[in-house]
């Protein structure tokens, strides 16, 4: 069975950075693309960034330049490096595999961003 543990949110000042870590288990063979999503507040789920397993990034317009996505092939395991945070950057980020062509989904961890 495969899950998704992720870890790292919090409550950072403006300007601050965060690292999020989503580790995959129940796994056995490559997965194809790992990313992150989040959800504010009364707002539809959106994407922040993936990485494909041949090494293809795309982030979302409004992180370029201030989140950095990353993985550990050996660990199973995807990060989010997230700097010069802002107040909007405030929501629940999920982590997201595509994995023998089914997505999965971590339970989502708080990143609150704020003065």
């Known amino acids: 069975q495969v899950q998704l543990v992720e870890s790292g949110g919090g409550l950072v000042q403006p300007g601050g950075s965060l690292r999020l870590s989503c580790a995959a288990s129940g796994v056995t063979f490559a997965i194809s693309v790992m990313g992150w999503y989040r959800q504010a507040p009364g707002k539809e789920r959106e994407l922040v960034a993936t990485l494909t397993n041949g090494g293809w990034i795309n982030y979302s317009d409004s992180v370029k330049g201030r989140f950095t996505i990353s993985r550990d092939n050996a660990k199973n395991t995807v990060y989010l490096q997230m700097n010069s945070l802002k107040p909007e950057d405030t929501a629940v980020y999920y982590c997201?595999?595509?994995?023998?062509?089914?997505?999965?989904w971590g339970q989502g961890t708080q990143v609150t961003v704020s003065s």
């Open positions: 997201n595999i595509d994995y023998l062509s089914r997505l999965y």
